[in-house]
């Protein structure tokens, strides 16, 4: 698939875009870039300075940490829907993860100057759209903080049985 084959309905697929009317999804186009990464395809790279996020139309990626030791730290697999990147197309910093296509994947790029075009150009649809990117935030937020504190839960009943 390419760019001009790309329909309001498969955005629709991607949990964050679902709320947006088609129209807006047309003009959310023009701002967008299509890509696709073969099985076993790299990404970004944890390190990295990124701009830009994805979403994820088609395909499976593994989401990943390189501890110190070398040994990789799995961290969750992502799949049609999903997106990651958020931070960095805010920030403009160094990526906190890495992740790979574990099957062939069609993602949608956003970058940092293409949400800046759109805020400039259409600033209710980008409004909109970060509304719904700061959600999803805070939802992935939520879902580190239970895993974290499930992680303390089960260190400390460890150490307390010992």
Request: glycine residues 6%; charged residues 20%.
């Amino acid at each position: 698939m390419n760019k001009l084959d790309l329909k309001p309905s498969h955005l629709r697929r991607i949990k964050s875009l679902a709320v947006l009317e088609d129209s807006q999804l047309v003009t959310f186009l023009n701002y967008i870039e299509l890509v696709s990464y073969p099985q076993s395809g790299p990404v970004v790279k944890e390190g990295q300075r990124g701009d830009s996020m994805f979403l994820v139309l088609e395909g499976e990626l593994r989401v990943f940490s390189t501890q110190k030791s070398g040994e990789m730290l799995f961290l969750r697999i992502l799949s049609a829907g999903d997106s990651f990147g958020e931070v960095a197309l805010l920030t403009q910093g160094l990526r906190s993860a890495s992740v790979e296509a574990v099957k062939p994947s069609l993602l949608v790029k956003i970058s940092a100057a293409s949400l800046k075009k759109l805020m400039e150009v259409s600033p209710p649809l980008a409004a909109q759209f970060l509304y719904h990117l700061a959600r999803s935030l805070g939802r992935q937020l939520g879902d580190v903080t239970t895993r974290l504190r499930a992680n303390r839960e089960f260190a400390n009943a460890v150490t307390f049985i010992q």
